[in-house]
């Protein structure tokens, strides 16, 4: 066997592997409670050193051993040796080498030839090509191996979001092997469901109860949880993780907020819909107080200094983006600022940012469709700045998602373009067009033949309100042919709208994300009905700045818990909120049309 010639198609595939280590950065850890805790450090993608020998030099020694098994033997164990070294290029040629030789290949071999190559994908930024790769060897590898096969499974599944598979990878980790992690939390704190977990060792045992007794205090259940742990567990390695937990967990004291919002003008019914959430917010609390100021005509020049005189903890506000600005951030001391809308830059950022931004529909969707197996959705949206904005949104989420993935999208200005814009992007033009030449050239032959829409569209996407949904349902019904299944349409919560008279037959069967608020079925969804009726002139829109004031409120009082466990969700009316990437994370319900009536309806979970 003459291993020292390259084949043509390894060159092609070294060139592949040069272009791949561009690929996009690991997922960043956000940041801790704990200041100088050790973070997750994902898959190196960096080639620290060159080679003490070169491939040439490798594959001439190569030829100096007798047997075939043995030369594969030692390519295997270069291979592996250069990635530890982080020298994935040089590693990869080897690899190529190989694959090449794959039929002969024994058992132990071939897996540990498939865990190099995890490991090589891993590398690249393909986090989900190596998992399906690692998986079915990883329990199977000799043991000198499957410590790191254990460690990379583990951090496959953090940056895929799979983070309670992660946490019971870094227990069983622990349990395999004590010397290899020093600080398991940055793991395990992500894990949404603690009581799910299991430990096979003593040491695995007292992080996986640090944990619990994490969410236990959180959840109000039992205020002395971590405390019952240190007195339990007082010289394990946890205890430092521990003593933090316990500072910035603990209840705080009696808050008392100032809340900036338009009570006056032109954006008054907006300012009054964000309170009454917040004051519904409040209803059974006595350790919270609110200061309410109309930010029409405020004297923004002023308010530290009325900070200070009213002695408030938490500035709420303001609302509007335009006012944003004038709020001097370095000025606000010790005073903690939420911000109830998005921010693009500031000097000093404010502690928490919250807003209800239609990009995290987009967003929602598209990893929806990820979940589902989509591979190349349709997105319809109007000809103007917000349209592209949201297919460009989508993309994104979707191509982040799914990196082999085709997103196709098509813009619309009036409605009388939407019928030829559906039928273009669903291939009907095209069909038609065929079958027109065909007949020409048929002559007098009769043609019977019915114009198709295209099979590889799986879903489609509809960005618009729900006026513009209302008329491209139908023409996308229409432009289905009769033998293929329905094109499963989705939609956003712009194509839900309070109008009690209005039937919604055309959006049948149309899905869309929505607060959980606003959705039949929701414990407080008999709430919302009597305060309609009681704010008889509010629509939807202003039932969701209601929703919103509601958890604006509620992440006031958790922001701290979440930052501490981002594996802890909030159940709030705007949807499941939680800690992640240093910002907060909303996840709507789901809803569809089912003749005129709403429904709420369940889509796969996405991973976390």
Not at 119 to 140: C, F, M, V
Not at 259 to 271: E, I, R, W
Not at 339 to 350: D, K, T, W, Y
Not at 495 to 511: G, M, Q, T, Y
């Amino acid at each position: 066997m003459n291993l020292a010639i390259v084949p043509k198609k390894l060159t092609a595939c070294m060139l592949v592997c040069m272009l791949a280590a561009c690929a996009a950065p690991n997922k960043q850890p956000p940041s801790t409670v704990e200041q100088n805790e050790q973070q997750p450090e994902g898959v190196s993608q960096t080639e620290v050193k060159s080679s003490a020998r070169t491939v040439a030099q490798l594959l001439a020694e190569v030829r100096e051993i007798p047997t075939k098994s043995a030369q594969i033997a030692f390519l295997l164990d270069e291979a592996l040796m250069l990635q530890d070294s982080n020298q994935w290029q040089t590693s990869a040629t080897l690899l190529s080498e190989i694959a090449a030789y794959a039929m002969q290949l024994g058992p132990s071999q071939q897996r540990r030839f498939t865990f190099a190559q995890a490991r090589w994908l891993a590398s690249q930024g393909e986090y989900k090509a190596a998992q399906a790769q690692l998986t079915p060897i990883q329990d199977k590898l000799a043991q000198q191996e499957r410590f790191a096969a254990l460690a990379l499974s583990r951090d496959l599944a953090w940056q895929l979001g799979q983070f309670q598979q992660a946490a019971q990878l870094q227990l069983d980790l622990l349990a395999a092997d004590t010397s290899t992690e020093s600080s398991p939390w940055s793991y395990l704190k992500y894990a949404p469901n603690p009581q799910e977990l299991s430990a096979a060792s003593e040491l695995a045992k007292g992080w996986l109860a640090l944990l619990r007794a994490a969410h236990t205090q959180v959840e109000g259940s039992d205020s002395s949880a971590l405390q019952g742990w240190q007195l339990r567990y007082g010289d394990h390695p946890a205890a430092a993780v521990a003593a933090q937990l316990r500072e910035n967990l603990q209840r705080p004291e009696a808050q008392r907020a100032m809340v900036l919002l338009p009570l006056s003008g032109q954006y008054a019914d907006q300012g009054q819909a964000v309170l009454d959430g917040i004051v519904l917010a409040l209803e059974g609390q006595n350790d919270f107080e609110i200061l309410v100021r109309d930010s029409n005509g405020y004297d923004f020049s002023a308010l530290s200094e009325d900070l200070q005189r009213t002695q408030a903890t938490t500035l709420m506000g303001p609302l509007l983006k335009d006012n944003l600005a004038k709020v001097n951030a370095a000025a606000l001391g010790e005073v903690k600022w939420v911000a109830l809308n998005s921010l693009e830059q500031f000097a000093v950022p404010p502690t928490l940012s919250f807003a209800l931004e239609p990009e995290t529909e987009y967003q929602q969707v598209a990893k929806t469709f990820a979940t589902r197996g989509y591979n190349r959705p349709l997105v319809l949206a109007a000809d103007s700045n917000r349209g592209k904005q949201a297919i460009d949104s989508f993309r994104r989420a979707f191509l982040q998602a799914v990196p082999t993935g085709n997103v196709e999208s098509g813009l619309y200005r009036t409605p009388d373009d939407m019928k030829a814009i559906v039928q273009e992007k669903l291939g009907v033009t095209d069909s038609e067009a065929r079958i027109w030449q065909v007949k020409i050239t048929a002559g007098k032959i009769l043609v019977d033949a019915e114009a198709r829409s295209r099979a590889d569209i799986d879903a489609i996407f509809l960005t618009g309100g729900i006026e513009q949904t209302r008329l491209l349902k139908p023409f996308i019904d229409v432009n289905i042919s009769p033998f293929m299944s329905p094109i499963p349409v989705y939609a956003t919560s712009a194509s839900h709208i309070r109008r009690d008279a209005l039937s919604e037959n055309d959006l049948d069967k149309v899905r869309f994300t929505e607060l959980p608020w606003l959705l039949p079925e929701h414990p407080s969804y008999p709430r919302l009905q009597r305060i309609l009726q009681q704010r008889s002139h509010w629509n939807y829109d202003l039932a969701r700045l209601a929703a919103f004031g509601h958890d604006a409120l509620l992440l006031t009082q958790h922001q701290q818990q979440l930052k501490s466990l981002p594996g802890r969700q909030l159940q709030g009316l705007t949807g499941n909120l939680r800690w992640d990437d240093n910002q907060v994370q909303r996840e709507l319900g789901w809803a569809h049309y089912d003749g005129h009536q709403v429904k709420p309806v369940t889509e796969p979970k996405q991973a976390r």
